[in-house]
């Protein structure tokens, strides 16, 4: 599988409201994950199994999609948000994961 | 705390070989799926290969096959991939990672800081 993201970059003001698509090039089925990672530090998960909020991420943060087409939601963008931001499918049999090429955030 | 720490930076020459550590806290290391992911600078995320410590099954990437190996020890709950030997092209960062289900190949709930690599 082949994942896309769109749009590569973007710049965003403080309370805007930004969505991320990642494109499959089949059907990537429920395990699709977003990761956030700022500079300097390790990927953090944000959402996993599509739409399912992990512990501890602000609700701002939102996932949907079916099939081939997934995105990340953030409802309102807040000064901690500039970061790059991946998707991430996976395969369990045989295990394979994909991550997207990232969109980078980062403030207007 | 369920955490992954990893071994220091290494500066390596090419042709070296090189074993890097990933230790993991908190949880049960033998039932989850712990990975590795590569990083070169200023590019994105490569997930380079996966093993389940209960019973080191281990897979990997294609692109990382015969390039690495991976393996894992329960009795001191540590993670390792180890080069024989290294090539520039390998500098980079490295992170470990754990699937978030127990038993299950899955998305990664928690990850190591990153070990940087740098062959030269």
């Known amino acids: 599988i082949q994942l896309t993201q769109s749009p590569s970059s973007l710049s965003a003001s403080v309370g805007d409201r930004v969505t991320i698509t990642c494109r499959a090039s089949q059907d990537m089925g429920t395990s699709l994950a977003w990761y956030q990672q700022k500079p300097g530090e390790p990927p953090k998960l944000l959402i996993y199994?599509?739409?399912s909020l992990q512990s501890r991420v602000p609700s701002r943060f939102s996932g949907s999609g079916s099939g081939t087409d997934f995105s990340l939601t953030i409802s309102s963008l807040h000064p901690e948000d500039f970061a790059t931001y991946y998707c991430?499918?996976?395969?369990?049999?045989?295990?394979?994961?994909?991550f997207g090429p990232g969109t980078k955030v980062d403030i207007k | 705390e369920v955490q992954l720490v990893q071994s220091g930076a290494e500066v390596k020459k090419p042709g070296d070989s090189l074993k890097i550590s990933c230790k993991a806290f908190g949880y049960s290391f033998s039932k989850y799926w712990i990975g590795w992911v590569r990083q070169k600078p200023g590019k994105g995320l490569e997930w380079m290969g996966i093993?389940?410590?209960?019973?080191?099954?281990?897979r990997y990437s294609p692109s990382f096959e015969g390039q690495v190996t991976i393996s894992a020890d329960t009795s001191t709950n540590t993670a390792y991939v180890q080069w024989s030997s290294l090539k520039a092209s390998d500098t980079a960062m490295y992170y470990c990672?754990?699937?978030?289900?127990?038993?299950?190949?899955?998305?990664?709930?928690?990850w190591g800081q990153g070990t940087r690599v740098t062959v030269s």
């Open positions: 991430q499918q996976v395969d369990p049999y045989p295990p394979r994961f994909t």
């Open positions: 199994a599509v739409s």
């Open positions: 990672a754990k699937s978030w289900q127990m038993g299950t190949v899955n998305n990664f709930d928690i």
């Open positions: 093993i389940y410590p209960g019973d080191s099954d281990t």
